[in-house]
């Protein structure tokens, strides 16, 4: 169930930011993201929860939106597994 969610979360960056193919394969859970990828502003960040939230099946609430949540890619997956109770 690890593995789905890793490859989902990785379709999704590469789809909601328009990544080059294999970008968001090559992330590493210390990968930069919100800051780093020069796709993924502030605009974007509500594109991509919401589509997370759409393909996912999860709900996510405005309080737990964070700069530590989007800081690097394993803090976003860590954050989803938790949210699927994985």
């Given at each position: 169930m690890t593995q789905n969610i890793d490859q989902s979360?990785?379709?999704?960056l590469g789809?909601?930011?328009g990544l080059k193919p294999g970008q968001a394969d090559s992330l590493t859970d210390d990968s930069g993201l919100f800051g780093h990828l020069p796709e993924l502003d502030s605009?974007?960040?509500?594109g991509?929860?919401?589509e997370i939230e759409d393909r996912l099946g999860?709900?996510?609430e405005d309080d737990e939106v964070d700069g530590d949540m989007m800081a690097d890619y394993?803090?976003?997956r860590r954050f989803v597994e938790d949210k699927l109770a994985v």
């Open positions: 979360l990785r379709r999704i789809d909601v930011l605009m974007a960040v509500a991509l929860l919401t999860i709900v996510i394993g803090s976003l």
